[in-house]
């Protein structure tokens, strides 16, 4: 009973506004239409300052650059690996059982190793 009384009486305010926007309409058009415009205005200015304040906040610039950050990584190990991670490993028959090539892990490409001279003594006498 009490969903059907809430629609009722939203049916109803929508009935009135409906009416009152139509009277307003015909007894001053030009001036409703101006009413329009700044209300149009004023939601508009709002929204814009809204959008300043919650901007300037930059936890939200940092947590937005990771969320790129790691839908591009996601994109470049599918792109690399050529399956998604969630794959099923039982799904074939003789799949589990072979070895493939492709299961041997990879150093990553962006990390190189630099040689050192940790072996080389050290001239004290330079020093």
Same mark, same amino acid.
């Given at each position: 009973?009490?969903? %059907?009384t809430?629609?009722?009486?939203?049916?109803?305010? /929508?009935i009135?506004? /409906?009416?009152g926007i139509?009277?307003m309409f015909i007894?001053? +058009?030009?001036?409703?239409?101006?009413?329009?415009?700044?209300m149009g205005?004023?939601v508009?200015?709002?929204?814009?300052?809204?959008r300043l304040?919650?901007?300037?906040? +930059?936890?939200?610039?940092?947590?937005r650059a990771?969320?790129?950050?790691?839908?591009?990584?996601?994109k %470049? /190990?599918?792109?690399?690996?050529?399956?998604? +991670?969630?794959?099923?490993?039982?799904?074939g028959?003789l799949?589990? /059982?072979?070895?493939s090539?492709?299961t041997?892990?990879?150093?990553?490409?962006?990390?190189?190793?630099?040689?050192?001279?940790?072996?080389?003594?050290?001239? %004290?006498?330079?020093?």
């Amino acid at each position: 009973m009490k969903n %059907r009384t809430s629609n009722l009486l939203v049916a109803g305010l /929508l009935i009135l506004a /409906l009416i009152g926007i139509t009277g307003m309409f015909i007894g001053n +058009p030009i001036g409703f239409l101006q009413k329009i415009a700044v209300m149009g205005f004023i939601v508009a200015a709002i929204y814009f300052v809204v959008r300043l304040i919650f901007k300037a906040n +930059p936890q939200k610039k940092e947590q937005r650059a990771f969320l790129k950050a790691a839908r591009q990584s996601k994109k %470049r /190990l599918q792109k690399r690996g050529g399956e998604s +991670p969630m794959r099923n490993p039982f799904s074939g028959t003789l799949a589990p /059982l072979k070895k493939s090539s492709k299961t041997k892990k990879k150093t990553p490409a962006h990390l190189t190793v630099i040689d050192g001279k940790k072996s080389k003594k050290k001239n %004290r006498a330079s020093f």
